[in-house]
């Protein structure tokens, strides 16, 4: 019987600290929100940004990453654009510096390689090694 008492007794102390605990929590981090956060961050989209040459059109974005020199890397789903324009699909993989200026592009089918058939992701590595995944893909 005393046993019992005791294991109440300590559960009922667990509750009562874990609640004061979690009053606490939450006042303190009701206070710091109030007093000094900061706002969220709002995005605008840059029209200008970036400069895709002409000839192209661009098909549906499948990733993004950034060098070591802050240019950006687009990863693109040629096969995306409509047939009327697939013509002028871009490369899938184009290269922008910072400021939107097209500094390369490269990539698709070929003879020597395994080129997927639809794009998914694009990473470089702390060498500049570029890295493509994909999978074989019909429509």
Known sequence: MKTTHLIISVLIAALVTGGLLGQHWLATAGAAESQGSRPSPVFEIDPAWPQVPAK???????????????????????????????????????????????????????????WPEREHGIHIDHKGYVWI?????SA
């Not at 047939?83 to 899938?92: I, K, L, N, R, T």
């Not at 995944?133 to 893909?137: E, F, I, M, Q, Y």
Request: net charge negative.
């Open 133 to 137: 995944g994909g999978n074989k893909w």
């Open 56 to 114: 192209w059109k661009l098909g549906g974005i499948s990733s993004m990453a950034v060098d070591d020199k802050d240019n950006v890397w687009v990863l693109t789903r040629p096969r995306t654009v409509p047939a009327e324009q697939s013509a002028m699909a871009a490369p899938p993989v184009i290269v922008f510096d910072a400021a939107g200026k097209f500094l390369q592009a490269w990539g698709g089918e070929g003879s020597g390689y395994d």
